[in-house]
């Protein structure tokens, strides 16, 4: 994104819930270069989607908004040049999504299933997004050692957690996109985990919210 798309995430209900391409560079604010490999992102998606089931099939006519929005909008919270890993990258939300944002970001994609990867390598060779991918399960991978650490829809949040403390620095922040039981997960993860929480509303979803979390400790009485 371009510096006048840096501004925090909002959830005012001002964005209309179909985007097309141009309604979603206008509200972003990113570059023809940038959204022309969203485009062919968009083009790979919807001729993969008749073969396999990448998002839910209600949500295809609403892709700019409910699925590259929902990923672009964490983008101002990412400084440029930082290893990012997205966990359950599936169909690449939001972690191929950042990649086509901002080419200074080293994006690992990590994701256990074989057909979504073929997917994925092919938008990442397609539209040039120059992220790693990895067919391989979390829990299997050598530690990636992130400075950002993503996940959208992936798992409760007491578990992102866990994954994310393999994967990432000390001073790793983790950003975590979360429908409307996020507080009730935040509620949970904190009986074992100490953290430092910011609270981003989503700017697609009423009911979403972003979590930003840094200094993630387990609690020692949680680890006995």
Known sequence: M???ANRAPRGDGGVPSVL????????TGV?????ARLRTYADVLIKWQAK??????DTVAG??????LDSAQIAPLIPSGKKVVDFGSGAGFPGLVLACLDPTLDVHLVESDQRKCAFLREVNRTAGCGATIH????EALEPLNADIVTSRALAPLDKLLSYAQMHSLSTGIYLFLKGKRWSEELTEAQKGWKMQVRHHPSRTDPAGMILELRECIQRHEHLE
């Open 135 to 138: 067919n391989e399960r979390i």
């Open 31 to 35: 570059s023809d270069k940038v959204m």
């Open 63 to 68: 892709l700019w908004h409910r699925h590259m």
């Open 52 to 57: 396999i089931n990448l998002v839910g099939p």
């Open 20 to 27: 097309s391409p141009d309604d979603f560079q206008a509200e």
């Open 2 to 4: 371009n510096k006048s």
